[in-house]
């Protein structure tokens, strides 16, 4: 499906997946740690075991996202049979301000901020973003945090909150994200219009309106037909 963006006023982006590649973030700052006890991992046995942990940490009673962090590193020693010490336990955390965005992530975004209102709905800490705008170099226009709202997407407050402070009719808003779990499934049960960044190229059906491979292909939709 094709859509045209000139019917939206607004994009909502997750950012970590989406803007930020946090796939060599992640195995960057994990791998190590599991080398140092003697454990091999793919990155992307990496990548599941951080999805699957995080998931179930976030689902609990709401904590700070640098905390969450903390606690899967201190769940990847559970399921692996090791104990990291307290330096390994704030790797992750303190990688993340250094994540670098994806080569498209930065011209794609300045090309979308001369035609739409840019919001992000990411579940971080309000300093762990600042810190990484720096890198997209772009002004949002709006920012929704988990700890803002003491939620994480996939929890609908989150999309709420980023309704009522755009102050559009959520039909003018197109939300855009590489998380099916977090992000296409709630944003479409709100009827939302969503586009699914598929940088992994993953064989499946999210339910997106419309999917791309990159920021650089949206981009390159605006004032198309």
């Known amino acids: 499906m094709k859509i045209d963006l ?22 960057t700052a994990i ?3 599991l080398s ?36 899967v590193v201190k769940k990847m020693g559970d399921r692996f049979d090791f104990t990291p010490n307290p330096t390994e336990v704030d790797a992750l955390a303190n990688s993340l301000t250094s994540w670098q965005p994806f080569s498209d992530s930065v011209e794609a975004l300045k090309v979308l901020k001369q035609k739409f209102k840019l919001a992000v709905i990411s579940n971080v800490d309000n300093d762990l973003f ?9 002004d949002f226009d709006y920012v929704i945090t988990a ?21 559009l009719p959520k039909e003018k808003i197109l939300h855009v994200a590489a998380s099916v779990y977090h992000d296409i499934v709630p944003a479409k049960t709100l009827g939302m219009t969503a586009v ?23 981009a390159a939709l605006v004032g198309q037909k």
């Not at 600042?130 to 772009?138: G, P, W, Y």
């Not at 699914?196 to 309106?209: C, E, F, H, L």
Request: charge should be negative; glycine fraction near 6%.
């Open 6 to 27: 000139n019917n939206y006023e607004a994009l909502t982006f997750d950012c970590y997946g989406t803007m930020i590649d946090w796939e060599t973030g992640v195995s």
């Open 31 to 33: 791998a190590p740690i």
């Open 36 to 71: 140092n006890h003697n454990i091999q991992l793919t990155n992307e046995q990496i990548f599941d075991a951080f999805g699957e942990i995080e998931n179930e940490i976030e689902a609990g009673e709401y904590i700070k996202y640098r905390q969450v962090l903390r606690n």
């Open 130 to 138: 600042a810190e990484t705008v720096k890198h997209l170099q772009v």
């Open 147 to 167: 700890e803002q709202l003491k939620s994480y997407k996939p929890s609908h407050n989150n999309f709420y909150a980023a309704f009522d402070r755009i102050g």
């Open 196 to 218: 699914w960044v598929n940088r992994r190229g993953v064989k499946q059906d999210s339910g997106a309106d419309l999917e791309v491979p990159d920021l650089k292909t949206l």
